[in-house]
């Protein structure tokens, strides 16, 4: 009698050791390679190129010489620097509060929905900035002239005299004016796009409570753009400090009210251009551009701030 015996069972693969890979994966390098190469080249590059400008000085005898930080402690102690630096911050306290004000104002009266004719509006106010601002200010200034433009025209044929808009104690609002009728409708649209993602059921819940629209506005809506306000502050706070087309665009019309250092960048500009010192032009720059980073990084610091 044959036994039948059972199949003999399948002996295991052996399982081969895990790979261990010494060699890092650059694929994702890879794909950010190329950001990284033009951010450099852009950015970094120029921000390193400016700190090595502002280490050296042209001489008469000697020629470039580096003088380590005594172009930083000039800038320090350059009265036309801080002239500058104090219009613009007197432009930023006044012409930013007023400009976010209204452009806050018409996302409010366009998310309210009991505007009549809200899309006519909303392309209507933000259409200013899609102009170049070179255009926007020459429009201006001609309207300012009190020989040719609109000013001028008005004087004429009513028997007035209006205000010089450019004289030397308007020119400053007159820049602000230009400022803000470019920048409303861009800092509206950011204001108007953060309100649009606000759900409906805060609302229905404050109605429900029986808020009004003032309490719907304090309670809800300002809140939840909270983010959006903050970026509009930070980023207008920058133009303000980096003003320079409308200064030197204006300066042929206002000769007497706008000079080369009336603002921190038409002043570095001036330095480079006009003077030849670029030396200590890249080290106002540099100065400039770190007075901006702490006061918008203090700002965002105070606006985002939980409970403020």
Do not use: C
Not at 101 to 123: E, K, M, P, T
Not at 277 to 285: E, I, K, L, W
């Amino acid at each position: 009698m044959t036994t039948l015996q059972p199949p003999a069972a399948a002996e295991p693969r052996p399982v081969p050791p895990p790979v261990r890979r010494d060699r890092r994966s650059w694929t994702g390098w890879g794909f950010l390679g190329p950001f990284v190469a033009v951010f450099a080249l852009v950015f970094l590059a120029p921000i390193a190129y400016s700190v090595y400008l502002s280490l050296f000085r042209d001489q008469l005898i000697g020629g470039t010489t580096f003088v380590g930080l005594d172009n930083y402690a000039e800038a320090l102690g350059d009265e036309r620097f801080w002239a500058s630096l104090g219009r613009v911050s007197l432009f930023l306290a006044v012409q930013v509060p007023i400009m976010l004000g209204i452009a806050l104002l018409v996302a409010l009266a366009l998310d309210s929905g009991r505007l009549y004719g809200r899309d006519f509006f909303r392309i209507s106010i933000f259409l200013p900035y899609a102009v170049p601002a070179v255009v926007a200010t020459l429009m201006w200034g001609f309207m300012y002239g009190t020989r040719f433009g609109l000013v001028g025209d008005i004087n004429g044929a009513l028997g007035v005299s209006l205000p010089d808009p450019l004289s030397p104690d308007l020119v400053l609002a007159s820049i602000g004016n230009i400022v803000t009728w470019e920048f409303v409708g861009y800092n509206m649209l950011i204001f108007y796009a953060a309100l649009r993602v606000v759900p409906h059921s805060l609302y229905e819940a404050a109605q429900i409570d029986g808020a009004g629209q003032i309490r719907v506005i304090t309670a809800i809506k300002l809140p939840a753009i909270r983010g959006a306000l903050v970026i509009a502050t930070i980023f207008s706070i920058i133009g303000s400090f980096q003003l320079f087309n409308e200064p030197s665009i204006l300066q042929p019309l206002a000769r007497n009210a706008i000079t080369t250092d009336y603002t921190p960048n038409y002043y570095t500009y001036a330095l480079s251009f006009n003077g030849q010192q670029h030396n200590y032009s890249a080290t106002v720059a540099i100065v400039m551009g770190l007075i901006t980073m702490v006061v918008a990084y203090a700002v965002q610091l105070r606006g985002m701030r939980k409970g403020v």
